[in-house]
């Protein structure tokens, strides 16, 4: 578990060239195309894109398709499939449908591969990628949740390099001593505590999804939105955490931190906090993976520190935020459990988001997966990715029934 410098500077060692996008379509994918344009109109390295996916947005993915001429396009959704090859007819661009068609794309030659699709699916194409050597920019924080272990065995062996895109994650990356681990005495993930983070549960009880995707210092896709209104996406995090960097989760802490300007912090032995800051904007953190190990230009807004002026921290509220107690039970048990509760909450959001269960019942349906499946009953291992896959379908079908009889009552 864990990853080191070695692995975060991959065999490849020079700067990418040649560029796949798993899920283009969505927040992450559209920032990271933005800075390839800002980088493209600097005359900066000529950059190939290969390829480019999307779930089931033909329209967002041809007309990126006709801007960024990628080798190859694709829909997860297989009924997708005619309408995409009628959206880029004539561009000499080859096109694929089906889950099969995302691995494929995350198969093809490219160098820097960004994993941006949400949720669970993204694992199998970005493992594909991960197993031919690529370096990997990982927003997609679901795949190390779900099968952490086996990721990051993956690419250590194959050598590629693991970039976290996550903003907190990039920011403990870009600080963190890989040297001397050892010297390390804290991880502090930073959380804005979302839109209901001055609450009460009753005020909860009757939260829209409009209200819950309103994010008050990001702009994000609609799952990781209701996620971050949870907490249970500070609670995912954790368990990201806990695979990326070579520390006992028991020290990663989380501290609420309303501006999002400190996007995380690492404690060392004799007291030093380190930090990297920055505005709430995705395009950092990924110009900082395409660029790795140098720096690139960013179109994002620079702190303007007086503009700021007050720096907040509460530490979190797990009776409010229980999503964050469960995250943290799930990490100790591991094994399977960390599967279980994604794929639970998974279900529950997007419940949720077509208005079939309320607000609370999501992190309540998480935790009655998370009990059938025995979280109390210590380390189970997790060595494959069919324990994975096992355990995600075992856990949806769970959830599935409780959104049923919430949704019934
Ligand atoms: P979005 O919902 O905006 O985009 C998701 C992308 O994945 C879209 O391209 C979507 O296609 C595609 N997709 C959805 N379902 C599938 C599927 N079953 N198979 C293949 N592709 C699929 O998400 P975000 O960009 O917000 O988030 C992406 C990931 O990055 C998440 O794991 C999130 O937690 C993480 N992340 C996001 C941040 C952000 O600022 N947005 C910050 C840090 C991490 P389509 O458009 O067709 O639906």
Redesign the pocket.
Known sequence: MGSDQSMARGANGARARKITI??????????TLDLLEFAASRGEAEIEIEAL??????E??AEQAKKFRPKFVA???ETMGDALRAAVAGLDIETGAG?AA?EEAASRDADWVM?????A??LK?TLKAAMRGADIAL?????LVCAGDVVTAAIRKAGGALLP???EHNAIFQVFDYERPERVSRLILTASGGPFRTWTRDQMVEVTPAQAVAHPN????????V?SATMM?KG?ELIEAAHLFPVDHEMIEILVHPQSVIHSMVEYVDGSVLAQLGTPD?RT?IASTLAWPDRTPSPSAKLNFAEVAKLTFEAPDLDRFPALRLAREAVRAGGIIPASLNAANEVAVAAFLGGAIKFLDIAAITEQVLDRVGRHNGPASLTTLEEAVNADLQARRMAEEYVASKAAA
């Open positions: 798993l899920g283009s379509t969505g927040s992450v994918g559209v920032s996916t999307a779930n089931t947005n033909v967002a993915l829909v997860a959704d889950p995302i994993a941006a699709i949400v949720g699916a993204g194409p927003a997609n924080k679901e795949c895109v996550d903003s990001w702009d994000m896709g609609a799952k990781i939105s996620d996406n995912l995705m953190p």
